[in-house]
């Protein structure tokens, strides 16, 4: 395996605090003068009034200080005491978005990443046959979230593409945490519940990478199978359903997944062409949260009952229910394999996640599905305070994922979250650096 050569530079993050508005702007002018003459800065204090800024070095940030440019450059008041701190809710995407070199750019950069994904990376080998930072550290094949590439993506089998997916996933919240980003919240999207359940340990890591490559290699076993999207509501689409053909899942009031044999899926799209509805066929080898998962319900159960699974440290909102989990719930092995089979209530997921105030949530894995359907849900208006990030998307984030997710700490940050600025920039050299 060959991964990216490891560097200490990359983007930077600068933060300023001072105890009134007008003290920060005089800050800002006098630190901008100081980086222009290569000045180090020291720690910030934790003041009010604070100030971060991302940029690439010195010259950049003294620039950005001057001109401020609000997407590089965030500031807010810190009311000591008072509800409004930004709540940050990790959001774990399932399979769909991931692509080989998904996490090139992360690994180069970011010390906690690479350290999380070389032991999930490491675990994975004798379990699933291959290492997959050779597809995830690999040469990206284009620079876009494209869902068509021009060919085969390994990371499109089912029996990687899991795998991946908890890999990076676990990894992106580990490096957030270290950088003081605790979640307070949790939301997985199929595969991406497992993540949810293992940041909240409900599962040690060891259990959960297990778990999640057998889980993958048992459905990689049945026969193959197809997904559509369908811009029905549940009950205009609950007619065309049958014991074959499944409600998947419910993205949106007006977004609906289904999901059953190539066959029958093919016969039920011409059905809904006829008479105008709108669908997509999904890039999918196998019919999840299906009938045709069935089969595995008892092996998965099985392997579940060999589990110590415990309640969540963190709250999670439930695929199954909607709602949030009950640890009797999450610790019973009867509800993972009902997970897999049954519908992912992700529009309810979010309207559980719209009731929380001052919510800053991340995409937590590749790709902007998650966060593009947080924006979209009708409760996303009431709440003008909240942040909707997806630092790992290409198409949403043009300087990469690096300056993406140091915008996370520095929102986080601004907001008067404990974010130990410190060990987010400091590199060996002592200059206030990410690393």
């Not at 399932?94 to 692509?99: A, D, I, L, M, S």
């Not at 060999?306 to 909607?322: E, F, M, Y």
């Not at 993972?336 to 894995?365: K, Y």
């Amino acid at each position: 395996m060959t991964a990216p050569t490891v560097q200490t530079q990359s983007w930077k993050m600068y933060a300023l605090s001072a105890p009134s508005s007008d003290h920060l702007d005089r800050l800002a002018t006098q630190t901008a003068a100081a980086l222009a003459e290569g000045a180090l800065l020291p720690e910030p204090g934790h003041d009010r009034h604070r100030l971060a800024v991302i940029a690439r070095d010195a010259a950049e940030a003294a620039a950005l200080l001057r001109e401020p440019d609000p997407r590089l450059v965030f500031r807010s008041e810190v009311h000591p005491g008072e509800a409004g701190s930004p709540l940050p809710v990790f959001l774990f995407p399932g399979v769909g978005e991931q692509r080989t070199g998904v996490a090139r750019e992360a690994y180069q950069w970011l010390g906690t990443f690479r350290a999380v994904l070389d032991d999930c990376a490491e675990q994975l080998i004798p379990l699933i046959g291959s290492d997959l930072r050779e597809h995830l550290l690999a040469p990206s094949a284009d620079d876009s979230d494209a869902v068509i590439r021009g060919g085969p993506d390994p990371l499109d089998e089912t029996r990687l593409a899991q795998p991946a997916v908890f890999a990076v996933e676990y990894a992106l919240a580990a490096q957030l945490r270290a950088w003081g980003v605790e979640p307070g919240a949790l939301v997985g999207y199929s595969i991406g519940e497992y993540t949810a359940a293992a940041v909240a340990e409900v599962l040690p890591l060891p259990d959960a990478l297990r778990l999640v490559a057998q889980r993958a290699h048992l459905i990689d076993g049945l026969p193959p199978g197809a997904m559509m999207l369908v811009l029905l509501a549940e009950d205009e689409l609950a007619p065309y359903l049958g014991d074959e053909v499944c409600l998947a899942a419910v993205n949106a009031a007006r977004l609906c997944v289904v999901s059953g044999p190539t066959a029958q899926l093919a016969a039920l799209g011409s059905k809904l062409a006829s008479q105008a509805v709108v669908t997509m066929n999904l890039s999918t080898r196998h019919a999840f949260h299906s009938s045709m998962m069935a089969p595995l319900d008892r092996p998965l159960r099985d392997a579940l009952s060999a589990v110590d699974l415990r309640p969540p440290r963190i709250p999670i909102v439930s695929n199954v229910t909607g709602d949030w989990i009950a640890p009797a719930e999450v610790t019973d092995p009867t509800y993972w394999s009902r997970h897999m089979c049954q519908t992912v209530r992700f529009f309810d997921n979010l309207t559980r996640l719209w009731e929380l105030p001052g919510v800053l949530a991340i995409e937590t894995g590749p790709g902007q599905m998650l966060t593009s359907l947080a924006n979209q849900h009708p409760l996303r208006a009431a709440r003008p305070d909240a942040t909707v990030l997806a630092p790992m998307s290409r198409l949403a984030n043009r300087r990469g994922p690096v300056a993406a997710l140091l915008e996370v700490a520095a929102r986080a940050w601004v907001g008067g979250l404990d974010v130990p600025v410190a060990e987010v920039t400091a590199d060996k050299e002592g200059s206030w650096t990410s690393h």
